[in-house]
């Protein structure tokens, strides 16, 4: 039944399909005998080859600035984070893709050689090439597109293909590396101001005013022969002038010269790099208005020992300071070996086996929460317990729980700090007598026998452990040992004993900064010298103690009339002792 039903059911649809057809035929034939129309003989011929291509991408040009990836626009930000592919000019251009999707094709521009010309060529056929093929394309520029960059010239291939494309301005490097100097470009009486770009051109400078401020580009090679042209041209040759390479980088170097003064001024501060190069008057308000390299940690470049996964406050926090930071891995943070123990705390935490849980980290929370959710628990499950935190960090890990801690100790933020708040035990006020401390495997005794003094019972529980990482390559080992790091910031007992067991001791140059009281003292075992220490137990108090200590150093320097100078200029022959 079931067959024959469908049987006559498809020789309906065919008696309808032929009908429709027959239909169709009928109107071909009407529209026959109607007074042809005449169709030009070159639409016809490319009606008839007409192939289904796919449609052209689309090109945004995004000025980055000219290389403090924080000068990114809120714009570029945005375009990036839908790209399809990003065409980049080289690793400068890496930070950037921090803000693409996991899947964005990353495309290098950086091969082109020859000429200016050939280069500009070159990356416009392999942006309109991408643009052929992929939906969404950005192209970064350093800088920004349409100043000093060839970002118009490849908007003109992409026109010139049919290919549609956006402009996002950047930052120029013609205002933001003078500004990142300490050097206004106009002040009252200096007002105007002249760009000049020596890269290919021969220019005709009698035509400058010698009143007026230059900005030269591309000017390092020919400097020599720039300087003796602008003084023949009515320049006076004791007119400041500042080359500031690595511009709005932790990198940037900045020489102060004349125009009679400054190629032997460069030659004799080594410095490597094109610059960019500020002519005129403005010049003499760097001593008041230098803001980024008078930064306390400017230019220091700093050892972070760490835990991958926290390393990013600390580091944020001391390239503010104008540090160049390095992490260095030396702890992971992994799962107990024999989990049963943790198991049966959690299962005795819901049974109400216990008056406090103490939180002594970030990671001790991370392991609870993680267990948590294993068990298909909630915050709930702390529903009649009181909590404590050891400091603020690990109190906000909990208030992410939407948990308010009981407990957070007043002075000192450490193991002793939270005894010395801890209220002894109290039968009458205590229903129960025992303390839930999930912690690492290597944790200090401080609190379990302060707590056992006070009168509980402390049931001590490994929730996570710390297991020492690889050494790290051999030359940041060299580095380590022979003082090219000007500070090492520790942020736990762990970092001291792991570094020097995977990379040695420190140089007696290198400044040695610590998170709190117990980590100083393991320092000091190591035979570690400690220069800093933070006031309160969290990354960003640790980096503010260290650029304090980097703030009154150089304050001492120049009230002694001596250069400023990083920790690692300046090398002892013997090691830091306690």
Known sequence: ??????????????????????????????????????????IAASTSTVKQTRPLGHVTFVGVGPGDPALLTLAGRDVLANADAVVVEGPEHNPFLAYCKPDVEVIDGSGAEGSRALRIAARARLVVKTAKTTANVVRLLTGDPFTFSSGAEEAAACRKAGIGFNVIPGVSEVSAVPTYAGIPLTMKGDREVTVLDLAEAKLD??????????????????????????????????????????????????????????????????????????????VEQRESLSWFETKPLFGWRILVPRTKDQAGPLMDRLRRYGAMPEEVPTISVEPPRNPQQMDKAIRGLVEGRYEWVAFTSVNAVRAVREKFDEYGLDARAFSGLKIAAVGDKTAEAIAAWGIRPDLIPSGEQSAAGLVEDWPPFDELLDPINRVFLPRADIATETLVAGLTDL????????????????????????????????????????????????????????????????????????????????????????????????????????????????????????????
């Open 205 to 282: 400078f009698t035509r400058l005013h010698p009143k007026q401020t230059l900005v030269l580009l591309n000017a390092v090679e020919v400097l020599k022969d720039t300087t003796t042209a602008l003084i023949e041209a009515g320049f006076d040759a004791g007119t400041p002038v500042a080359a500031t390479v690595g511009g709005t980088t932790t990198a940037q170097t900045s020489v102060i010269g004349t125009l009679g003064t400054i190629v032997a001024d460069l030659r004799a501060a080594k410095v490597v790099g094109e610059a960019v190069i500020v002519v005129g008057s403005v």
């Open 1 to 42: 039944m079931t067959v024959a039903r469908g049987t006559t059911t498809t020789a309906k649809k065919t008696s309808k399909r032929a009908k429709a057809t027959a239909d169709v035929s009928i109107a071909k034939t009407a529209a026959a005998t109607k007074a042809p129309q005449k169709v030009p003989a070159k």
């Open 455 to 578: 009168g509980w019972e402390v049931d001590d529980v490994t929730a996570y452990r710390t297991v020492r990482a690889a050494p790290p390559p051999a030359p940041t080992r060299e580095a380590i040992k022979s003082g090219k790091f000007d500070a090492v910031v520790f942020t736990s007992s762990s970092t001291v004993r792991n570094l020097v067991g995977i990379a040695g001791k420190p140089h007696a140059s290198t400044i040695i900064a610590v998170i709190g009281p117990a980590t100083w003292k393991t320092a000091e075992e190591h035979g570690l010298r400690v220069d800093a220490m933070a006031e309160s137990p969290s990354a960003e108090e640790l980096a503010d103690a260290l650029a304090r200590f980097g703030a009154d150093r150089r304050d001492t320097m120049i009230e002694a009339g001596e250069p400023v100078t990083r920790p690692s200029e300046r090398r002892s022959g013997s090691r830091r002792k306690s």
